[in-house]
């Protein structure tokens, strides 16, 4: 596995910020001190963001096996979570469909739900 010193342009690393969702992205530049990722530099030796607010400050790390696919699956997971959130599910009238939609969901969540 590389290190940071070892990543070059066009590598992918995993950025990970405050909200916890780790995203990939591919290196733009290296320097001799920094690597620069979307457009932010990122210290060559820690991975942490150069400057910026130290309450929003990510970093950067290399990915493991395997790991770029679970970050994009949990993107897709909480792009459709959040469109579902927003889906006005009180003006659904037809209980057909609403009960094939429950059964495409997982026990564990049809366990929390009274009739």
């Known amino acids: 596995m590389k290190t940071l010193l070892e990543l070059k342009s066009g590598d992918t690393v995993i950025i990970h910020n405050r909200d916890y969702l780790d995203r990939p992205k591919e290196i733009e530049r290296i320097t001799k001190t920094q690597i620069v990722v979307a457009g932010v530099k990122y210290r060559r030796n820690s991975g942490q963001q ?9 970093s950067i790390r290399v990915p493991k096996e395997g790991e770029i696919e679970e970050c994009f699956a949990t993107i897709r997971l909480h792009k459709a979570k959040a469109y579902l959130s927003q889906y006005p599910w009180n003006k659904m009238n037809n209980i057909e469909l609403l009960e094939k939609i429950k059964a495409l969901l997982p026990a564990s969540a049809q366990a929390d739900s009274k009739p």
């Not at 150069?50 to 990510?58: D, I, T």
């Open 50 to 58: 150069v400057s910026g607010n130290s309450y929003y400050l990510a």
